[in-house]
């Protein structure tokens, strides 16, 4: 009987560690680190990844603090600032605030990162966060998938801090100059709309409130916990701009097609081999934050040694016979 006793008490105390390490375990998930760190997916404001940025907007600003709504709206910035280049001018958002965001040329579906939504964060732990959404037709729009695993027992305060780290899919977790990149292919093509025609991209503020009725929760139920509440004319998100990695311009067919330049294995490890039916006048690698990792001129093919590089995605760039080109690669 003792023995049995024992038995069963050690099993307990074994569900009891597992069912703790599972939600440990949850609790501590790593999404990427901030803008600079190693794995981090912050894309610098000048990278050479943009081929395009906001045309035209159309503005909903929410309220200064929608828990009291006699304050007003919010009231810094407007349309201008969130078209063009991200520059750190900025629109406030305010809490549950939206700017529809519009383009020259539709955005598509390319290889990895598709665009980037920039906030300007003084520094990497005071973030203010929103959704993104996007439409096919300016209309109905659907949302990234969001995760935010930051503990919701207690109010983030007005000044607090958050850790990018428990963060992913959700505009503003990178400081300032530097854009959260988004992937179209996580909607899949059952999804109701074209990854290949999309018109608008939506971004909403997160009410980062933990208190219902104001609370936003993520794709999972979790209760969005971010500084709350900021009741200035610059409360809320602050949305500098939208920066275009692929559209329906640079994602053609016929225009992958006419690459005179191949890069082989994809995933690389330690080397990449380039290959070129054509002489190319330039080469140039860079990161997705837009650091230089190789250059070189008038080349007919190569072998670039990528073994420091950190793991991540990265774009070549060449030029032949008047014409540019771009291929991505994938160190792993």
């Known amino acids: 009987m003792c023995f049995l006793k024992s038995l069963k008490q050690q099993v307990s105390c074994a569900i009891v560690i597992l069912i703790s390490i599972g939600i440990n375990t949850h609790g501590m998930a790593q999404f990427a680190p901030p803008a600079g760190v190693e ?3 912050a894309i610098k404001a000048d990278s050479a990844v943009f081929v395009d940025w906001v045309s035209s907007a159309d503005f909903q ?3 200064m603090n929608i828990a009291d709504t006699t304050l007003g709206f919010v009231d810094f910035g407007g349309v201008g600032e969130a078209t063009g280049l991200a520059d750190n001018s900025v629109v406030s ?7 529809t965001c519009y383009f020259t040329v539709p955005l598509a579906d390319g290889p990895g990162w598709d665009f980037a939504v920039f906030e300007n964060s003084f520094d990497d732990t005071f973030l203010e966060l929103a959704f993104v959404e996007v439409s096919s037709n300016g209309f109905d729009f659907v949302r990234f998938p969001a995760i935010s695993l930051t503990p919701f027992d207690e109010q983030i305060p007005t000044f607090g801090v958050l850790d990018a780290t428990k963060i992913n899919n959700l505009a503003g977790k990178y400081r300032g100059g530097f854009g959260v990149p988004f992937d179209l292919a996580v909607f899949g093509a059952s999804s109701s709309i074209d990854v290949n025609h999309i018109v ?3 971004v909403v503020d997160v009410v980062g409130c933990v208190v219902s009725p104001f609370s936003s929760t993520d794709d999972e139920g979790n209760v969005i916990n971010d500084p709350w509440p900021t009741p200035f004319e610059t409360g809320g998100f602050d949305l500098d701009a939208i920066g275009v990695i692929h559209n329906q311009d640079n994602t053609a067919v016929d225009e992958l097609l006419a690459c005179p330049a191949r890069l082989f294995p994809v995933p690389a490890k330690e080397y990449v081999t380039l290959a070129a039916d054509l002489p190319l006048e330039s080469l140039v690698v860079v990161s997705l934050c837009g ?5 070189k001129a008038n080349s ?9 590089w950190p793991s991540g995605m990265y774009f070549l760039n060449c030029r032949s016979q008047g014409e540019v080109y ?3 690669m994938v160190k792993y």
């Open 326 to 328: 771009q291929l991505k």
């Open 291 to 295: 650091q230089t990792m190789w250059q």
């Open 200 to 202: 608008a991209v939506r």
């Open 300 to 308: 007919h093919g190569e072998v670039i040694d990528c073994d420091s």
């Open 61 to 63: 600003p929410g309220w």
């Open 93 to 99: 958002l305010g809490d549950g605030g939206q700017m």
């Open 39 to 41: 794995g981090t997916t």
